[in-house]
């Protein structure tokens, strides 16, 4: 298993460009299942583990999957499953939208009910009300979902505005000739990105990015071309990097609206960001005043950057809070940067941050995805050396991290075991 070493204390500078958005592309890839026509889809993070499993859940349902660079091109030649198979369902959650899609276009669908995972139970009931709203009934067996009985177009809605249960619910509509209208939605710009995609293939989508997400279906998909957006996390968590080293560097590709909340909080703490059309441009020096942050939907402070911005309070001259509101136990990376100086209390959902002068390099161990990421960080700007295990978490989230964070100045290598 590979490891990464990190020799701290090298400010971030250059130039970094993001890579297209894991959770764009996930839930694009799936509504390829849609069509019976091919789609290009341009910017795609290949390399990502989750996205190689996407293509071959896509593959394991009767799609062939071209990948070269970052183009992905899905074909249709034979007949569609409508069964996932577990072993690549438990190992992606997101594999829960192929429901939306199969279940709309031929009426029944069989799915396993994903686990739970280190972040929290993460149950899938808002996507069952909603499918449930529009007609489906469900039965469960030997750990599956089965959905059966015609999906009919109608009114859904959620009591928590989920991202995956409004691609779902999405997904399934654009299937559904009639109008579909999803309240509470998510306002995620990766929705927006999905919808963009939903109208190119022929569906009629409108409020995406708004509460209320209003689908206009047919049963006749074409095959589509899409750019993916940009990875606002990935940004975001460079921008972190950049800060928390003190360097100057110009995360491009990124629109600067999508990582706002961030930015927000950045100045606030000290760092100097400017937005331009090319993205934004950060630079710090010395430690951030303390700053505290409560997780919210969007266009609130992400959750996926809690964790990365925590490892930066881990530096501030002062008491901070998080406070996660969206994932019940998303505070597993406290106990490691702690490991390298960090004063970090957990009570709850909150944590506590007394920042410390420096941070000093530790072997340290990825938990999760963000986790993982913000250890990254905190290696980044600590003293010395870090040598991070488990480093698969964040190879599911961040293209070839190592050689991005090198191309700036960072001192990181992959060590295999
Ligand atoms: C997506 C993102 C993930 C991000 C999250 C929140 C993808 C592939 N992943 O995950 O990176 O952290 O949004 O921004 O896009 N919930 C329920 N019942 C449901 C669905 C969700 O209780 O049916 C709860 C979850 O347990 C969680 C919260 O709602 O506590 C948010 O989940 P959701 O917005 O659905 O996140 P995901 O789509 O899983």
């Not at 799936?30 to 859940?57: F, H, K, S």
């Not at 990875?231 to 990097?241: K, P, S, V, Y």
């Not at 072997?363 to 963000?370: F, G, I, K, N, T």
Request: glycine share 10%.
């Amino acid at each position: 298993m590979d490891r990464l070493v990190i020799e701290g204390g090298v400010a971030l500078r250059g130039e970094a460009r993001v890579s297209g958005s894991k959770n764009a592309a996930l839930p694009i890839l799936i509504a390829t299942l849609l069509t019976d026509e091919d789609c290009i889809l341009d910017n795609v993070p290949a390399r990502l583990r989750d996205i190689r499993l996407t293509c071959r859940l896509l593959e394991a349902l009767g799609k062939r999957v071209e990948a070269a660079g970052t183009r992905v091109v899905v074909r249709s030649d034979k007949p569609l499953k409508t069964r996932a198979p577990y072993d690549l369902v438990k190992q992606m959650r997101a594999s829960v939208l192929v429901a939306g899609p199969l279940l709309a276009r031929f009426g029944w669908v069989r799915v396993p009910i994903p686990g739970g995972c280190a972040i929290g139970m993460r149950p899938i009931d808002i996507h069952l009300k909603g499918f449930a709203d529009l007609g489906a009934r469900r039965t469960l067996d030997q750990g599956d979902i089965i959905l059966d009985s015609p999906l009919r177009p109608g009114s859904v809605r959620f009591k928590f505005p989920s991202v995956g249960a409004t691609e779902n619910l999405m997904l399934a509509a654009a299937a559904l000739p009639g109008l579909t209208v999803i309240r509470n939605a998510a306002r995620e710009p990766e929705i927006e990105d999905l919808a963009a995609f939903l109208d190119s293939m022929g569906a009629r989508v409108s409020g995406a990015g708004t509460p209320v997400v209003k689908v206009r279906g047919s049963q006749r998909l074409k095959g589509a071309r899409h750019r993916v957006m940009a990875d606002r996390i990935e940004a975001g968590t460079l921008m972190l990097a950049a800060a928390a080293t003190g360097g100057d560097l110009m995360v491009s590709g990124v629109r600067p609206a999508h990582v706002r909340a961030l930015t927000l909080k950045m100045r606030r703490a000290g760092a100097v960001v400017k937005e331009s059309a090319a993205g934004l441009r950060v630079s710090m020096r010395g430690r951030p005043r303390p700053v505290s942050v409560a997780t919210a939907p969007y266009p609130g402070f992400p959750t996926d950057l809690q964790a990365p911005w925590m490892a930066w309070m881990c530096l501030a001259r002062g008491r901070s809070r998080v406070l996660e509101n969206v994932f019940e136990k998303r505070f597993l990376h406290a106990a490691e940067l702690a490991r390298m100086g960090a004063r970090i209390a957990l009570l709850g959902r909150r944590a506590e941050i007394e920042g410390v002068e420096r941070l000093s390099g530790a072997p340290v161990m990825a938990s999760d995805l963000r986790g993982g990421a913000a250890l990254l960080v905190a290696a980044l700007a600590a003293r010395g050396r870090t040598e991070l295990a488990r480093v698969y978490h964040v190879d599911r989230g961040y293209e070839r991290v190592e050689s991005k964070l090198r191309g700036v100045g960072a001192r990181v290598r992959r060590v295999g075991r």
